[in-house]
């Protein structure tokens, strides 16, 4: 899916032909994609972006922030509970001044970005004063970290959950061996540790800003959900 910000709306393009590309700077149109599969090459071909900060992420387990010569390369993991194991999927995300390119390896995921961009698009369309092109942009990268990172309810409640009924067994069975499950649900928290761990590094370099394509407005956001992520690994 292609999208292009126009002056008050969001446009939908049906195919890579259509964009246009210009000189990038303030007033240069600006640019949504969301792919899955290898859907993405041509379009990051279209842009002049190397395919190659992608493959290298999809061969590590950790989230990655690369801040390159024309833009800001990120990848992160989802945190997401797989029966009593967990697991991650993996968004790849390409950051300019007049482009935003998603990757998601999963449906879900690329179900929620595209909500994301419709919601913002209803918002860009009745509310265009608190909008520019580039903030608008920025927003919808904000926008994913903060519903698809640390905000999944269900995912902390079956953790509480599973903590609560752990303590009322040892309570209630003093003399039963709960050493594996103590081991599982350690395994878990470790595991969301990690990811909070990471999530905290790639926010300190998007606020660092390297390349300036964060506006403003979007750096206080920024600021602001770094907070709630701090205290989540808290």
Same mark, same amino acid.
């Given at each position: 899916?292609?999208? $292009?910000i126009s002056?008050?709306?969001?446009?939908? &393009?049906?195919? &890579?032909?259509?964009?246009?590309?210009?000189? #990038?700077? #303030?007033?240069?149109?600006k640019?949504?994609? =969301?792919? !899955?599969?290898?859907?993405?090459?041509?379009?990051? #071909?279209?842009?002049?972006?190397?395919?190659?900060?992608?493959?290298?992420?999809?061969?590590?387990?950790?989230?990655?922030?690369?801040?390159?010569?024309?833009?800001?390369? /990120?990848?992160?993991? =989802?945190?997401?509970?797989?029966? @009593?194991?967990?697991?991650?999927?993996k968004?790849?995300?390409?950051?300019?001044?007049?482009?935003?390119?998603f990757?998601?390896?999963?449906?879900?995921?690329? @179900? *929620?970005?595209?909500?994301? +961009?419709?919601?913002? %698009?209803?918002?860009?369309?009745?509310? %265009?004063?608190?909008?520019?092109?580039?903030?608008?942009?920025?927003?919808? /990268?904000?926008?994913?970290?903060? $519903?698809?990172?640390?905000?999944?309810?269900?995912?902390?409640?079956?953790? #509480? +959950?599973?903590?609560?009924?752990?303590? !009322?067994?040892?309570?209630?069975?003093l @003399?039963?061996?709960?050493?594996?499950?103590?081991?599982?649900?350690? $395994?878990?928290?470790?595991?969301? $540790?990690?990811?909070?761990?990471? &999530?905290?590094? +790639?926010?300190?370099?998007?606020?660092?800003? *390297? @390349?300036?394509?964060?506006?403003? %407005? !979007? &750096?206080?956001?920024?600021?602001?959900?770094?907070?709630?992520?701090?205290?989540?690994?808290?």
């Open positions: 899916m292609i999208f $292009k002056d008050d709306d969001i446009l939908e &393009l049906n195919q &890579l032909e259509e964009i246009q590309l210009e000189e #990038e700077g #303030e007033d240069s149109s640019y949504i994609c =969301l792919f !899955t599969g290898e859907d993405s090459l041509e379009a990051l #071909e279209t842009f002049g972006f190397s395919p190659s900060p992608m493959d290298e992420a999809y061969d590590s387990a950790t989230m990655i922030f690369e801040s390159h010569d024309r833009f800001d390369f /990120l990848s992160i993991n =989802l945190p997401v509970m797989q029966t @009593n194991l967990y697991g991650s999927e968004v790849i995300i390409y950051h300019s001044k007049g482009s935003l390119i990757h998601a390896n999963q449906e879900a995921s690329f @179900n *929620e970005i595209y909500n994301i +961009i419709f919601t913002l %698009k209803s918002k860009y369309q009745s509310q %265009k004063e608190l909008y520019d092109s580039t903030h608008l942009m920025n927003r919808i /990268l904000y926008s994913f970290l903060e $519903k698809m990172t640390i905000f999944n309810m269900d995912l902390m409640d079956e953790f #509480e +959950i599973k903590v609560y009924e752990l303590e !009322t067994s040892l309570i209630e069975s @003399n039963s061996d709960y050493v594996e499950d103590i081991i599982m649900l350690r $395994k878990d928290l470790f595991g969301l $540790k990690k990811h909070y761990q990471q &999530l905290l590094d +790639i926010m300190d370099e998007l606020q660092e800003n *390297e @390349n300036q394509f964060m506006d403003e %407005k !979007t &750096l206080k956001l920024l600021k602001i959900f770094d907070s709630k992520v701090s205290r989540h690994y808290n």
